[in-house]
Nanobody, 121 residues
Framework: QVQLVESGGGLVQAGGSLRLSCAAS??????MGWFRQAPGKGREFVAT????????YYTDSVKGRFTISRDDVKNTVDLQMNKLAPEDTAVYLC????????????????WGQGTQVTVSS
């Protein structure tokens, strides 16, 4: 049975940093990544990384601030978030799948339960 378990969310002041981690059990995936959902908004793609880390994609609003990384031995994916802003406040969900790319929700095969990130101004 596949499980994605996130950790690392919390409350931080604007300009601060947080690191999210996700551990996958049960299967190895072509793509692992992160989406987020703010209150009253739809689910939004944040970042994705393929197996071996050769391809990484970011949504424009986080480029230069967030870095996604992956450990294929441990089957984990991390998201280092720097220079956080109040608009980054959301529930962050770990995602995994076997599609060629994974930049939209319909390409995701498995979701984690989500971890809350709150950025105060």
């Amino acid at each position: 049975q596949v499980q994605l378990v996130e950790s690392g969310g919390g409350l931080v002041q604007a300009g601060g940093s947080l690191r999210l981690s996700c551990a996958a059990s049960g299967r190895a995936f072509n793509n692992m990544g992160w989406f987020r959902q703010a209150p009253g908004k739809g689910r939004e793609f944040v970042a994705t990384i393929n197996k071996n880390g050769g391809r990484r994609y970011y949504t424009d609003s986080v480029k230069g601030r967030f870095t996604i990384s992956r450990d294929d031995v441990k089957n984990t994916v991390d998201l280092q978030m720097n220079k956080l802003a109040p608009e980054d406040t959301a529930v962050y969900l770990c995602a995994a799948g076997w599609a060629v790319s994974m930049t939209s929700g319909h390409e995701v095969d498995y979701w984690g339960q989500g971890t809350q990130v709150t950025v105060s101004s």
